[in-house]
């Protein structure tokens, strides 16, 4: 039981790696997970055929398009993957309608595009978080690896220090997806209510998040208290001087000192005789 406790760390941090991966590529091809986007935005019945499809869902690196089919979600293209990456509806639409002027006139708000480009710096900043929590989560597993190789199941400050950064990184990443999945998805729905614009967040991506976020949470006071009782042990264990010890060397050296004085003893002797 105590050896799955030095592990567990090391298992958070893995899942949790495994899980920042998934939010980080999701919806790069239409194959990877699509249904875990950040939001979706649904637009207006008057787009129809205009070349604007029915909804377009938005992750951290891409954003997938497609239309409605009996109410269900068919994908039909998704955006090549970049990083920073935030969606911009007005240069995606512009191109799919081949409209140079304005999008009002296809049901389309200028106050949503408007919404989008506010929150544009705070959705580029998403992907690099996820990267480096990604990233660190990777390098605390590495590390258990080598120091186990190395010194033994114990804890290590070095592991402790990536899984607090790895929880910092990805929870600000959390943070910053769950007031995108909110508000933005808040004013979506209010400055597109007269034209049947919409919006919804994505429960499944915001789970996954959560999840990584709180699997170093857990590794990482896990590891805090391990490296806390791992050095007590060590302070327990530093021996103190022995009294015994040093009676022993008292009388070893005692004995020493008396030694020449008996054989000089006996070579008196020697002489008279």
Request: net charge negative; proline share 4%; aromatic share 10%.
């Amino acid at each position: 039981m105590s050896r799955l406790v030095n592990y567990f760390p090391t298992i958070t941090a893995f899942i949790a790696f495994i899980l920042s991966l998934l939010c980080l590529f999701a919806g790069t091809q239409l194959t990877v997970l699509p249904g875990a986007n950040i939001l979706t935005v649904f637009t207006s019945n008057r787009s129809q055929n205009t070349g604007i499809h029915n909804f377009y869902s938005i992750y951290v690196m891409s954003y997938c398009e497609g239309d409605l089919m009996s109410g269900n979600k068919r994908f039909m293209n998704c955006s090549k993957a970049s990083l920073p990456f935030a969606f911009d509806p007005s240069a995606v639409l512009l191109e799919e309608t081949g409209n140079t002027t304005s999008l009002s006139n296809l049901g389309w708000p200028d106050t949503i595009t408007d919404d989008f480009h506010a929150f544009g710096m705070t959705s580029r900043s998403m992907g690099p978080f996820y990267c480096i929590g990604a990233g660190v989560a990777g390098l605390a597993i590495v590390g258990r690896l080598w120091w186990t190789i190395r010194r033994g199941p114990r804890q290590s400050v070095v592991e402790l220090v990536l899984l607090l950064s790895g929880f910092a990184m990805l929870g600000i990443s959390s943070i910053i997806a769950t007031v995108i999945a909110f508000q933005f998805v808040g004013l979506v729905n209010d400055h597109g209510r007269d034209t049947d614009v919409s919006a919804e967040y994505g429960p499944q991506f915001l789970g996954m998040t959560w999840a990584a976020t709180g699997l170093l949470l857990g590794g990482s006071i896990t590891s805090l208290v391990m490296v806390l009782i791992d050095r007590s042990r060590s302070d327990l264990a530093t021996p103190a001087d022995d009294p015994v010890d040093e009676t022993k060397s008292d009388q070893v050296s005692v004995k020493s000192s008396a030694g020449p004085s008996d054989a000089d003893a006996e070579t008196e002797k020697d002489g008279n005789h």
